[in-house]
């Protein structure tokens, strides 16, 4: 049996946001910075038209992104060689160190809820300013 307490379940309304590495602005959802979360997080992550993310992977962190709204392309590999095209409905699974790195381009906003594998999404984010270069000819 285990044991509860009165505040052990909480609620994390809208309203708060956290810039990530990533160069992002995240509503901030549960995570060990609102909830005390140790093992997975959950945000929300709004792009606009023409936005991508700086190219990253997390290191030894997997990743799920639901896409809620909208339409957005997922570069991934060493090379960002391959890539997805998400639609609203859609899951993205990213195992642990693969490089990615979404990217909107579909002429309108898009929203994903992503939930990362540690009570942190800024847990083990290593950033690829190389590849960025790259990503932006794509």
């Given at each position: 049996m285990t ?71 997922v ?6 060689e ?16 693969v ?17 990362h594998?540690s ?5 083990g ?14």
């Amino acid at each position: 049996m285990t044991t509860s307490t009165a505040d052990s379940v909480q609620v994390v309304s809208p309203g708060r946001t956290h810039v990530g590495k990533q160069g992002f602005t995240y509503g901030s959802g549960a995570s060990a910075e609102t909830v005390g979360a140790q093992q997975i997080c959950m945000h929300v992550l709004p792009m606009p038209d023409g936005t991508r993310a700086k190219v990253h992977y997390h290191k030894g962190i997997e990743t799920i992104a639901y896409l809620l709204s909208g339409k957005c392309i997922v570069f991934y590999g060493d090379a960002l060689e391959h890539h997805v095209t998400a639609h609203a409905g859609d899951h993205v699974f990213v195992p642990p160190d693969v490089v990615h790195a979404p990217c909107n381009k579909s002429g309108a906003p898009c929203t994903w809820i992503v939930v990362h594998g540690s009570g942190s999404d800024q847990d083990g984010i290593v950033l690829l300013p190389k590849l960025d270069e790259l990503l932006s000819s794509k």
